[in-house]
T-cell receptor
Framework: DVKVTQSSRYLVKRTGEKVFLECVQDMDHENMFWYRQDPGLGLRLIYF???????EKGDIPEGYSVSREKKERFSLILESASTNQTSMYLC????????????FGQGTRLTVV | SQKIEQNSEALNIQEGKTATLTCNYT??????LQWYRQDPGRGPVFLLL?????KEKRKERLKVTFDTTLKQSLFHITASQPADSATYLC???????????FGAGTRLAVHP
């Protein structure tokens, strides 16, 4: 059974902290994505990666960075967490090419206080 | 920039009726379009993919159309059931196959 696993289901961090969200997939997918989801705004793409060490900015990259040192792992980093980064964060992976479906993790509900 | 619009108002329908959801896109020409279902507190789950030359695709009670002239996809659920209640998201994508972006989704509520 295919799997995308996010390291935490719920996370509470303080303003200014450096926060790491981890995502691991076991399907040997080339593409991995980080989204945030807020009520009324839907899924917004933060960053994506199409290969190891390769990354591209999505629509809302400000305040975030990513790391992909191994094919199966894609990390989202909040350099200095702020309250407006309180959100649901979803990781996804898919094969390269136009027909691959995206598989999502269970999500991380991050609260910055 | 690429823009995807789905009806933000919730769609309420009676059990047994056909639900029709709309996805409109602007500023790009996707060759493929995917539809996903999302339940509260969970990640989206893939339902269907349609290619630009297919016009229509069916899977069980689901039917998707893709009109590249209107820049629109319609998603139909026939004989709807309360278990179909969820948020449905569309994801049109084109030449840049790596980037996958979604509409905000439409919440469907099927009442017994």
């Amino acid at each position: 059974d295919v799997k995308v696993t996010q390291s935490s289901r719920y996370l509470v961090k303080r303003t200014g902290e450096k926060v790491f969200l981890e995502c691991v997939q076991d399907m040997d997918h080339e593409n991995m994505f980080w989204y945030r989801q807020d009520p009324g705004l839907g899924l917004r793409l933060i960053y994506f990666s199409y290969d190891v060490k390769m990354k591209e900015k999505g629509d809302i990259p400000e305040g975030y960075s990513v790391s992909r040192e191994k094919k199966e792992r894609f990390s989202l980093i909040l350099e200095s967490a702020s309250t407006n980064q309180t959100s649901m964060y979803l990781c996804a992976s898919r094969i390269q090419g136009p027909w691959g479906e995206a598989f999502f993790g269970q999500g991380t509900r991050l609260t910055v206080v | 920039s690429q823009k995807i619009e789905q009806n933000s108002e919730a769609l309420n329908i009676q059990e047994g009726k056909t639900a029709t959801l709309t996805c409109n896109y602007t500023n790009y020409s996707p060759a493929y379009l995917q539809w996903y279902r999302q339940d509260p507190g969970r990640g989206p789950v893939f339902l269907l993919l349609i290619r630009e030359n297919e016009k229509e695709k069916r899977k069980e009670r689901l039917k998707v159309t893709f009109d590249t002239t209107l820049k629109q996809s319609l998603f139909h659920i026939t004989a709807s059931q309360p278990a179909d209640s969820a948020t449905y998201l569309c994801a049109p994508f084109g030449g840049g196959y790596n980037k996958l972006i979604f509409g905000a989704g439409t919440r469907l509520a099927v009442h017994p």
